[in-house]
């Protein structure tokens, strides 16, 4: 059996190679149940989840990752974010019942924008990409050929129940005499089967891979799903929007509702918390309606 909910890295003894393996299980149902995604589009939020987590631990993440894709086809927007705590959420927006297509038509002209936010008052920073090839993996290889330059070969799958990765990379220091070394590792992976990513676990898929080579596997890190959201992060969303609106919407429907896209949590505010929140003064956080 896989490893649950976990990411699994791999390094190569003798070789400039590394790698990250992840299997989403528990955490992959938690995003499916909080929405109806189309099978097209689940397929993409999934590989997208299963992505996110691989490049937390290949870029070293240290504050909040969100990779995203924005678009203009029947699929308009994936997000998911991963902290460095090794909790993600996600969600996608589309329009109609989208039909299974190539990652391109699905997303018509699209970008794949990665964002690392370190908090604390450091600037963020931000990578693009255009949108290229049938699959999100051949644009995430994009990705690090052109920002990282460092060659990447990435494999993503899910389905209903899972969704899983693999990350292979070539260390930065890597000289042209580990150029053949590369190329053969990256054919191995290229064999690398939906159904193999799914139910091996980290070390027969590793041994049915690269059985030739001496390959170090670390213990596995685990993953959850939880949400950021909260009724004080809504109630200051709320306050950007201005005194005026405000009250006029709680006028007319007697309390605000706002729903987490992510999650689906709903906060009400009425007109008793209305007159706290624009006091200055903090909604009590342990009053949450349904």
Not at 40 to 56: F, I, N, R, Y
Not at 62 to 78: F, K
Not at 121 to 144: C, I, K, N, T, W
Not at 154 to 165: F, M, Q
Request: aromatic share 6%; proline share 6%.
């Amino acid at each position: 059996m896989p490893d649950r909910d976990s990411l699994r890295r791999f390094l190569f003894e003798r070789l400039s190679a590394r790698g990250e393996l992840v299997h989403l299980d528990a955490v992959w149902r938690t995003v499916l149940e909080r929405r109806a995604y189309p099978p097209a589009v689940s397929q993409v939020l999934g590989e997208a989840t299963a992505a996110a987590a691989l490049l937390s631990a290949a870029i070293k993440l240290d504050g909040l990752m969100t990779l995203q894709i924005q678009a203009r086809g029947p699929l308009r927007l994936v997000v998911v974010q991963v902290t460095s705590g090794r909790t993600l959420r996600a969600l996608a927006r589309w329009d109609g019942d989208p039909e299974p297509k190539p990652l391109r038509e699905l997303c018509g002209d699209g970008t794949l924008i990665l964002t690392l936010d370190p908090g604390q008052g450091r600037e963020p920073y931000q990578g693009m990409v255009s949108l290229r090839g049938d699959h999100l993996a051949e644009a995430l290889e994009a990705y690090f050929e052109r920002s990282e330059q460092l060659p990447t070969r990435i494999r993503l799958t899910a389905d209903a129940r899972a969704a899983a990765g693999l990350l292979l990379q070539r260390l930065p220091d890597a000289g042209p005499a580990d150029r053949d070394d590369w190329n053969r590792l990256s054919l191995l992976a290229a064999t690398l089967q939906p159904r193999e990513l799914l139910e091996l676990d980290a070390a027969a898929l590793l041994r049915r891979l690269f059985h030739e080579d001496d390959v170090r596997l670390f213990k596995p890190a685990a993953f959850g799903y939880r949400c950021a959201c909260s009724r004080e992060r809504t109630a200051a969303m709320l306050c950007a929007l201005g005194e005026p609106e405000l009250r006029q919407t709680v006028h007319e429907q007697g309390t605000l509702q706002i729903d987490c896209e992510f999650c689906g949590q709903r906060y009400a505010f009425d007109a008793v918390d209305l007159t706290g929140l624009l006091a200055g003064a903090a909604p009590d956080a342990s009053i949450t309606r349904h």
